[in-house]
């Protein structure tokens, strides 16, 4: 059955430093990834997405890869700030259906 | 356009009773998907509506669940005898597809938290 694993403890980072996440996935050869910020109580939002063709992509501070090969994404906040802190989903999709992992929590300390 | 909306926000209901959920998604949106999140998981999906049709109902969803997308615009979500194990939150996204717009980006609401007692 597919899979999809995210770091299962939650990240504690100094600000200005570079937050790094991981989301692996098995049994899936989805057409692209996305990459939701959940804050408590509230719906997820879009941050970023990168399709299977490509290798890296990168949105103000935010930097996302993502290899087929390994089955695997990164997710990178540089320059962290306290602002970041949340919890990070990662999702694949292919065509209408997205799936989502458990995501990291990540707490940027000022 | 303000968004996903979904209502209420918060519900609290003795086992038993039935609930219902509404979604009011971007209006060009013609895709409407319901999820369903518990805490420490992430949103697990439901079922989901093209226009009005609900195109794919998740094997994970029971016969008590009903979504209903009437004229393709808003959605409810039914749960009929609740149980506590469906105390959640109900998140609510929408997208729009087509030949020209690209990848299926959710757009999801704030969610509606149940709670079973």
Partial sequence: SQKIEQNSEALNIQEGKTATLTCNYTNYSPAYLQWYRQDPGRGPVFLLLIRENEKEKRKERLKVTFDTTLKQSLFHITASQPADSATYLCALANDYKLSFGAGTTVTVRA | ?117
């Fill in chain 2, 1 to 117: 356009d303000t968004g996903v909306s979904q209502d209420p926000r918060h519900k609290i209901t003795k086992r038993g009773q039935n609930v219902t959920f509404r979604c009011d998604p971007i209006s060009e949106h013609n895709r409407l998907y319901w999820y369903r999140q518990t805490l420490g998981q992430g949103p697990e999906f439901l079922t989901y509506f093209q226009n009005e049709a609900q195109l794919e109902k998740s094997r994970l969803l029971s016969d008590r669940f009903s979504a209903e997308r009437p004229k393709g615009s808003f959605s409810t979500l039914e749960i009929q005898r609740t149980e506590q194990g469906d105390s959640a939150m109900y998140l609510c996204a929408s997208s729009l597809s087509g030949p020209s717009s690209g990848a299926n980006v959710l757009t999801f609401g704030a969610g509606s938290r149940l709670t079973v007692l």
